[in-house]
């Protein structure tokens, strides 16, 4: 296996491989028959978490620490058993909002910020771009080794080749050119590149293969089986301690920071990202991945600690633990194993370096460098028609750029010890995404300025304790930097503060999210999210409203301005193939006839969102459309779910509240329903009983007379008088009460003209002379001349004055009675009085009297004649016509019934 | 057929009590008892427990996941 | 011995067509207009029977009533209560109260006389 060109051949053939893959998957996708739409190749496309570092690296630290290199894998386990909350949430989060990366996603959380995203991409740039380095460096390698068997040439101790001559250059290059292939074919509004994730996929399984082959060839081709490799291991002291991990606090603690940071890396780490997020087709993959992605991360693992032991007794010493998966097969003579190996290395490396370039050149592109092209007017570029072209160029370019400062990188550092450790430092580097990002998910009132703060202090934390010390441990910063500025012990690198007893990256991964959550809760609290915040806030942390964020354009625009604006980045064509497909939705016809509202603007934005990212959408937007002002309670009301909470159990609390009134107004009404019902019963009650009473003498007597035929004829006279009278008073009665039921139902006729009180007095008085004559009772009259004239109905009126005088003489006492009657004018209204000097009427009983039924007089031994209706019936009359009755008396002093009506208004008193 | 949303909760419950047991498995102290010398059918015993809860891990996940499909 | 019957009404003429129908069966009669005379009366007379109206002055047919009931020494009196009301309610309040006998308004005389007959055992 000398002939390099053997292997360039078969490198060149499985990127062939690879790229028909990537072509018959995006011709199936446009063909709208998905290849990639299914969970599995989701999950197994998220296998791109294994790289190199994976293929090559965990062999060499399981030959290092033992069962040292799982928790990189048991994190990813416990965070997809999470993955149904986190992962969907995000997916669903990231699908509503065009979010076309990870860079995106924590700028549009946080208002769409332009800063923010810029950020999160400088971050991932300088977390990330060693590890394609390392990606390189593994692939050289592997080439150098092959290339030189039957030799084992470790090539930390080959010559550095002149760079035409390096085998990682031209790796570099074939996969730039492969990455922009697959990676910018076209501008997609969701930045979704179905070829490359098939092609992804199949690396996955590649890979594992490949990794499976060499395993069980070493398992149970070199050995016998697990139980020989181990057992022969038991026996050799230097083994045996790898069976067992260091017993101390300090390794648990490591041991599970490492789970932690893994964890966090999985959804973190811009590759993964892209494929788990940007590239998912449908959120319902996510189910089958929480447990079909572990499961491939425990079945690539089942072989290294066995292929790790192996290698330690197949080679004592002189040939790196990183390298024992090929040379274990080539020292057997396996080349064909070794060359599977090759290619199953090359997988992984060429699957994290196409989805970490691709991730990173759009964020470089869209939160990087279009802002700042944007920005600077010189360039014209607000006034070319058609700026995709040039999205495309830009993202061409930053792919070849970021494939080159990695390989700058793997050349600069060769095997100093920045690169080894990368892995790990990569980690931790987009492990400080995650408190804006979980923060941003779960928790409203995190603010720009708080993620800003967040990112920036994590950030210069992990690089003061991690990134800068690596550097100083290669021997590119001097060797005292390590030994803390100015030699304060106190600043010590790795030993900040004085903590020791951590390893580096759990001491670093401790104060840097530390500083990074701190600084994220502090500076958020610091205010309340303003509207654009709230709003943002809303759509992540909320179930994703996806209409919602058309809220925050208070204007609309017309299509007129839309289109172009949309056209000039993602083509004029796409546009109006984008707007169409829109206006269908809508029902509309004609692209020109869509209506320019706010709804538009927020498709056209989301729209270039998925071309430029959403910080930069957002700022080419507000140059057509008048921003919204942002009226915070306004947005807050709309858009806050908590506030629309709050609103609605204020409502319900409202409702609560008016129901209970209902409820109290309700239950007086029915109260007073139940007294008028009572009152309905004693009335008729009442009735039956003054009907009763005479119809009872009635009756007795007939009965009597009827009966006994011997009465004697005075008695017989006697009899039928009283017989006489009870019906005379019986009819009276039944009269009354039909009067008053009609006087009270309002259906009482009334005869209303211009009436001359004093005349209707006059004749009231003459009316009743015989009878106040027969009781010998003195009536007096005093009133003025040209009576005064009220409106009202003359017979009515005469009724009430017979009423009272009847009354004033059935109480006073015979012959010595004197009843006055007077009639004088006062202030617009007439007044009448009708006093006695009778027994008077005791206070309490003052108001009775006026009730039906209910008579004065029970003083009396003897039961005045009367109906108790005749004073009820006389104050409905009076207050008919706008007046009033009432008695003034003092027991003993005689009573004085006063009524009074308003003087008609052309008939004075004057005359 | 797509899950009731009582189902989902139950699943979405089922998946955090299986993350909070991972947690458990896959830390000290329960670590510990397995991290000493010795072998099960061969196997180094903190070895062959990691990958076995492992294993029953996924299991229970996929359980949790697959049951009722959606 | 004659029976003795005190008629309580505040209804002169039911009180007139009352005390001539008792006298014609030969009773002593006593009259009162009101409840507190009925209980003066009750005392001086000492009356076998009572006819009580129920709506008077002063003191209600009940209160009389209840206040005979109240007396041991008026165990033995026999009470009509005699009411214009003809309600269920108060035909039971009646004779919760101790009354003997209950008699709406308008009476058949020859009925009430019966019933007096009756009670008093004549």
Known sequence: MAQGWILVLASLLYLGILFAIAYWADRRSDAGRSVIDHPTVYALSLGVYCTTWTFYGSVGRAAATGIGFLPIYLGPTLMFALGWFVLRKIVRVAKANRITSIADFVASRYGKSQLLGGLVTVIAVVGVIPYIALQLKAVSNSFTILASSPDLVMPARAAAAPMLQDSAFYVAIVLAAFTILFGTRHLDATERHEGMVAAIAFESVVKLLAFFAVGLYVTYGVFDGFGDIFGRAAEIPRLAKLAVARDTAAAYGSWAALTFLSMLSVMLLPRQFQIAVVENVNESHVARSVWLFPLYLLLINVFVLPIAVGGLMQFPEGVDADTFVLTLPLAKGQEAIALLVFIGGLSAATGMVIVETIALSTMVCNDLVMPLLLRWKALGLDRRPDLSGLLLEIRRWAIAVVLMLGYAYFRAAGEAYALVAIGLISFAAVAQFAPAVFGGLYWKDGTREGALAGLTAGFAVWAYTLLLPSFAKSGWLPADFMAGPFGLELLRPQQLFGLTGLDEISHSLFWSLLANIGCYVGFSLRRSPDAREAGQAAVFVGSGNVGAGALQWGAGAPVAELLPLAGRFVGPDRAREAFARYARSRGVRDVEDLPADAGLVHFAESLLAGAIGSASARVMVASVVEEAPPDLDAIMNILDEASQVRAHSREIEQKSRELEAATAELREANERLRELDRMKDDFISTVSHELRTPLTSIRAFSEMLFEDPRIDLEERKRFLGIIVNETERLTRLINQILDLAKLESGRAEWTTSDVDLAEVVRESCDALSQLYREKGVALATDLPAGGPVVQADRDRLTQVMINLLSNAVKFVAQGEGRVRVAVECLRGEVRVTVADNGPGIRPEDQDAIFEKFRQGGSVLTDKPVGTGLGLPISRQIVEYFGGSLWVESEPGAGAAFVFTLPLAEDGGASE | ?70 | ?122
């Open chain 2, 1 to 70: 057929m797509r899950k009731s949303a009582n189902e989902r909760r139950l699943t979405a419950q089922r998946l955090a009590a299986l993350f909070l047991l991972g947690c458990a498995l896959f830390n000290y102290p329960v670590l510990s008892l397995f991290n000493h010398a010795g072998q099960v059918f061969g196997i180094p015993l903190l070895y062959a427990y990691l990958f076995g809860a492992w294993v029953l891990l996924i299991g229970l996940i996929a359980w949790a996941v697959e049951r009722g499909g959606d």
């Open chain 3, 1 to 122: 011995m004659t029976k003795k019957v005190l008629i309580v009404d505040d209804e002169p003429n039911i009180v007139i067509s009352l005390e001539y129908l008792m006298k014609k069966e030969g009773f002593e009669v006593a009259v009162a207009g009101d409840g507190e005379a009925a209980l003066q009366k009750v005392a001086s007379f000492a009356p076998d029977l009572v006819l009580l109206d129920v709506m008077m002055p002063k003191k209600s047919g009940y209160e009389v009533c209840a206040a005979l009931r109240g007396d041991p020494a008026q165990a033995a009196t026999k009470i009509i209560m005699l009411t214009a009301k003809g309600r269920d309610t108060e035909v039971a309040k009646g004779l919760a109260m101790g009354a003997d006998a209950y008699v709406t308004k308008p009476f058949s005389t020859k009925d009430l006389v019966a019933q007096v007959k009756a009670m008093l055992g004549a």
